[in-house]
């Protein structure tokens, strides 16, 4: 027994060591940066240790603004994206004819490039010079002024980000779903249809339970996902998001790194163990929720 312990721990030593490199010491490397003070990028130096760098960015514009954008993004996208992809899901698995064809349809989203589509969407609804854009177009024929969705109002950039971020996510999730879906025993639906069962019913009492494990999944990288949101944001609005206001906590942790007010790594780490904190903790509450609304 204690040789096959030692084979299987051997096995598993590439992986270890893997994980151990590349993740957890990168984890504590960051959690020990976020507490040194004054720390000079340049000279490897730091001024002292202590919560300073905490009380810097939790009283930071910038990052109440950036938290502001990211729960927003996260509470509007997450449950959408999931609904929708459900409900599309269930059409997908009622279709008998080019069923594979709308399948691969709905997918080609999912392996478009992020900033070809964010530039696609740009162009949708950006207001310029020489043209109002398609859907300023399509707003103009019920007689509506024209919104300028890229540059103008706070709530008009919000509404763009979160209909760009619904459309990327959808594909994968469509996907998953689609798979669960096909993998609930048919003798449950014949079941129900012999007792006269409605179609809601159905779907609330045997379909919904049957692929509860894979919504939870979704649910759980759906929120983790949009906590990290960035490239998505950089695709609509560039990279000056402070100044668009549309910033994400993924974007002012770059910020803090590499961008224009940049080189301050400690500054970074504190906002990086805040945004672990936050999804962990999230991921936590997802998990004692799903001991009682999750059937495995």
């Keep these: 027994m204690k040789r096959h312990n030692i084979t299987g721990w051997i096995y598993l030593l590439p992986a270890i060591l893997f994980l151990g490199a590349f993740m957890v010491y990168p984890l504590i490397d960051v959690f020990i940066y976020s507490f040194e003070e004054g720390y000079n990028f340049t000279s490897q130096t730091f001024g002292g240790i202590g919560f300073y760098n905490y009380s810097y960015i939790l009283r930071d514009p910038y990052f109440l603004q950036a938290i502001k954008n990211t729960f927003i993004l996260v509470i509007i996208t997450v449950p959408v994206s999931t609904g929708l992809a459900l409900l599309i899901s269930l059409g997908l698995s009622s279709i008998k004819k080019l069923k594979k064809f709308y399948q691969t349809v709905y997918f080609l989203p999912y392996v478009t490039n992020t900033l070809a589509v964010g530039l696609v969407f740009m162009i949708l609804f950006k207001k310029t010079a020489y043209s109002d854009g398609l859907i300023n177009m399509l707003i103009g024929m019920f ?90 944001v950089v695709a609509l609005f560039g990279t000056d998001l402070n100044a668009a206001e549309m910033n994400t906590i993924v974007g002012y942790i770059y910020d803090m790194l590499y961008g224009n007010s940049g080189g301050y790594p400690s500054y970074a780490s504190a906002a990086a163990i805040i945004l672990f904190i936050i999804v962990l903790t999230i991921t936590v509450i997802n998990l004692m929720i799903s001991k009682k609304h999750i059937y495995y």
């Design 143 to 232: 007689g509506a002024e024209p919104i300028d969705f890229i540059d103008g109002p706070y709530w008009a950039k919000m509404l763009v980000l979160c209909i760009y971020t619904v459309w990327v996510v959808m594909p994968f999730k469509i996907l998953v779903l689609t798979s669960a879906l096909a993998s609930v025993d048919e003798n449950y639906y014949k079941a129900a249809k012999v007792d006269g069962t409605s179609k809601l019913r159905i779907f609330t009492k045997i379909t919904v339970p049957m692929i509860s494990p894979i919504i939870f999944y979704l649910v759980v990288t759906g929120f983790i996902g949009a906590f990290k949101a960035y490239s998505d």
